[in-house]
């Protein structure tokens, strides 16, 4: 069992950058896929992008491609979301999700863990 806890959230204007943070607690990290789902108000909790175990493949939702970048450092157990070139869309809760197994999906059902959520808000 892994247990996850997101940080590095806040308030930014439109066109910023924020990192978000996902640490693990164990000594397996290297075998879990991480993903990262946010969800805003009045919406369905939505992929935003995932990682294999050893970071070594990427997938992002067409939303964020080319402004945000999932990667991990499995001595830290951490698993990192770099959102640049932020835009009012991209305010939500962001949670980064984990699953037992090298690679995995970008739906909700293909995760297991979850964390507690980190609040993201771009300022227009």
């Known amino acids: 069992q892994v247990q996850l806890v997101e940080s590095g959230g806040g308030l930014v204007q439109a066109g910023g950058s924020l990192r978000l943070s996902c640490a693990a607690s164990?000594?397996?990290?290297?075998?879990?896929?991480m993903g990262w789902f946010r969800q805003a108000p009045g919406k369905e909790r939505e992929f935003v992008a995932r990682i294999t175990g050893d970071g070594g493949v990427t997938n992002y939702a067409d939303s964020v491609k080319g402004r945000f970048t999932i990667s991990r450092d499995n001595n830290k157990n951490t698993v990192y979301l770099q959102m640049n070139s932020l835009k009012a869309e991209d305010t939500a809760v962001y949670y980064c999700?984990?699953?037992?197994?090298?690679?995995?999906?970008?739906?909700?059902?293909?995760?297991?863990?979850w964390g507690q959520g980190t609040q993201v808000t771009v300022s227009s």
């Open positions: 999700a984990a699953r037992r197994t090298y690679w995995s999906g970008s739906s909700q059902s293909d995760y297991d863990y």
């Open positions: 164990g000594r397996t990290f290297s075998s879990y896929a």
